[in-house]
């Protein structure tokens, strides 16, 4: 097999500082205590063979310490997703490109078929088991491909359809083989990947049927009132609650959820040190508190009761951090969001009222809504002044990003919005003023809404305004956010409104680019897309077809130009169709740091799809005596 790639490892770090005879490794000092006791192996029995090197930001850190964070629910608690980001391979700090992290390095064919990847010997979970390929062929063969825990497999291992073949070559070697090229698999797995690297072969097989009597595992179920094996093992599998279930995480839970308070304390184990062979994490122990709300977690942040936090850190909020950051002892850092709109709506193309299906589904109704809303207003009233006014799809600084078509549609015109909506058969008026629909019934907008990542109620209330001024009467609904899933995916809305993140890398999970998915939704369209035909249903002919098919023509991209290429098409499709409608975007990300902590870049791009802040490596921050 010709190798097209192969990424720098630790490998080449290690050996430089085993020749300057810096090859002796160093620990916390809670850690040499257990060590002397003779609780834990020394740090060299635990580190592997060829530890990832992390280099710090700043300086080389100084153990101890708290991290003290706030969350808004027991499950807001982003310990592995964020906080401690550990796929095999891992974006690096631009979102620009993958790099090697639990796989030392990796290989791929000049097809971009193949991916093989190679383990770093020696590495242990936090209960300091072997770390091995044994684990991911557990994940594949007793979980991907069992029914019961998968009973629809991953989407984005599949391809066309299909999964890989998966191989184990040996105890620290694994590889995928696709049929059909896969060019951005790797970039998928820096993003989906945390799933696979969280099977512990020795620990979970306890509660499954290839290694326990069916009988025996029945019982065990009914035990923790649990009707089937698959519920008991999920549930030992979830080390936010379960306190047993090893992991690879720089922080391992020791009080977990439901805690209000919950505490994760450093890995013994974690198989990462900086370049003078320090074992990290620096921190020893991170903190989160449940509050009631966002305005509980923002007055925290505003009076030093935070460490480091940019989660549900809100900018209207800004003035009040300035006022109190030399009082309180924090700084203000504006990471760049990769929200091409922080306040996104996108309509119910699968509405079951035809009328409204019909009317949603095309792109000139859209078009009237977008051209009714003052961005103007809603960036100085409820985004204080930052950001841009704009439509969504990408960023910026983001390589698929198209000059100024995230400008189409979003000037106000009202007089164009009216002709356009007439012209749908909206011509008729009630005696409010109110547009009736084709049908000559009374037409109105449910706009579904959780007041989670912005200031979206009061967004969305202008929104009704500006619609009524062309007739559209609109209402706003506001849930919680569990409900908020729970409407999408059951089809219960007219409008809902998400953010439009994703918008540095949306190659890897064009969300919001592809007509008719939006947060939560179950798209019967992305879901034959998926499938090649096999679920779902396939998209009408004309621009909503050509949406995946592009998106198709990118997973088979032979090289980075032809993926840019046909991206900024999608991009240029998406706002000029506006599946989704944009309003304020490029904004910053606000990050409440304190004083003594270091090692957190004074910049970095924040998305999900990024799992930030875990590209910035929080196993490096530090605090200072």
Same mark, same amino acid.
Not at 174 to 193: K, S
Not at 303 to 320: A, C
Not at 558 to 582: C, F, H, P, R
């Given at each position: ?7 720098? =490892? ?153 999964? /890989? ?50 009988? =025996? ?30 992991? %690879? ?37 991170? %903190? ?17 009761? %935070? ?39 996108? /309509? ?62 979003? &000037? ?48 969305? &209330?202008? %929104? ?15 849930? &919680? ?137 929080? &196993? ?6």
């Amino acid at each position: 097999m010709k190798t097209r790639y192969i990424l720098w =490892t630790a490998l080449a770090l290690t050996l430089m500082l085993s020749g300057m005879g810096l090859a002796q490794y160093n620990e916390a000092p809670l850690l040499a205590e257990r060590v002397a006791s003779g609780e834990l192996p020394s740090v060299e029995e635990r580190l592997p063979v060829e530890p990832l090197v992390v280099v710090p930001f700043d300086d080389i850190g100084q153990y101890g310490g708290v991290w003290r964070r706030a969350a808004l629910g027991t499950g807001d608690v982003q310990l592995s997703a964020r906080l401690s980001y550990e796929t095999l391979v891992r974006w690096n700090l631009e979102g620009s490109d993958v790099m090697p992290n639990v796989a030392k390095s990796y290989e791929v064919d000049e097809e971009n078929r193949i991916f093989t990847f190679h383990l770093r010997e020696g590495m242990k979970w936090s209960d300091g088991h072997p770390f091995t390929a044994a684990d991911f062929e557990f994940w594949w063969e007793s979980g991907i491909l069992n029914e019961d825990l998968h009973p629809v497999a991953p989407s984005w291992l599949l391809r066309e359809g299909e999964l /890989p073949e998966f191989r184990v070559l040996d105890d620290y070697t694994i590889q995928f083989e696709y049929a059909v090229p896969y060019g951005v698999f790797l970039r998928q797995m820096a993003y989906h990947g945390e799933g696979v690297t969280q099977w512990p072969k020795h620990y979970l097989s306890q509660y499954h049927p290839d290694y326990v009597d069916a009988d =025996t595992l029945q019982a065990m179920a009914e035990e923790t009132q649990r009707e089937a094996w698959y519920q008991l093992f999920w549930d030992q599998r979830d080390a936010r609650r379960n306190l047993d279930m090893p992991v %690879i995480w720089a922080w391992v839970p020791t009080v977990p959820a439901p805690a209000t308070t919950q505490i994760a304390e450093r890995n013994p184990y974690y198989w990462k040190v900086d370049p003078q062979g320090n074992q990290l994490p620096y921190i020893d122990t991170m %903190i989160h508190d449940v509050v009631e709300n966002a305005e509980v977690l923002n007055l925290r942040a505003a009076t030093g009761e %935070i460490d480091m936090q940019l989660r549900h850190i809100m900018w209207d909020n800004l003035p009040i951090f300035v006022d109190n950051a030399e009082r309180h002892n924090f700084r203000i850092l504006q990471w760049s969001a990769a929200e091409a709109s922080n306040y996104m709506l996108y /309509p119910n193309m699968f509405h079951d009222n035809p009328v409204k299906q019909d009317l949603f589904r095309n792109p000139d109704f859209r078009r009237a809504l977008s051209m009714a809303i003052d961005r103007e207003e809603i960036q100085m009233l409820a985004y204080v002044g930052l950001g841009r006014t704009r439509q969504g799809g990408v960023i910026q600084m983001s390589p698929f990003y198209v000059e100024g078509s995230d400008q189409w549609y979003a &000037e106000r015109d009202l007089d164009a919005a009216n002709a356009l909506l007439d012209a749908l058969g909206m011509d008729q008026r009630d005696s409010g003023g109110y547009r009736l629909g084709p049908d000559g019934e009374r037409f109105s907008i449910n706009i579904v809404l959780a007041p989670v990542f912005g200031p979206w109620p009061r967004v969305t &209330e202008m %929104i009704v305004d500006y619609w009524s001024d062309i007739g559209i009467r609109a209402v706003a609904d506001v849930v &919680e956010r569990s409900l908020h899933a729970q409407r999408s995916g059951a089809g219960d809305y007219d409008y809902s409104v998400w953010t439009n993140d994703r918008g540095l890398t949306p190659d890897v999970d064009p969300l919001f680019l592809l007509p008719g998915r939006g947060q939560a939704v179950q798209s019967p369209w992305f879901d034959w897309f998926a499938t090649s035909g096999r679920r779902g249903e396939a998209p009408p002919d004309g621009p909503i077809r050509e949406a995946y098919d592009l998106y198709s023509a990118v997973l088979n991209a032979e090289d980075n130009d032809e993926l840019i290429a046909l991206m900024q098409e999608l991009v240029k499709l998406n706002n000029s169709q506006l599946w989704y409608t944009g309003v304020v975007g490029d904004l910053p990300h606000v990050v409440i740091v304190a004083g003594d902590m270091y090692n957190v870049p004074e910049v970095a791009p924040s998305d999900w799809l990024q799992k930030t802040p875990g590209n910035t490596w929080p &196993e490096q921050y530090s605090r200072r005596p």
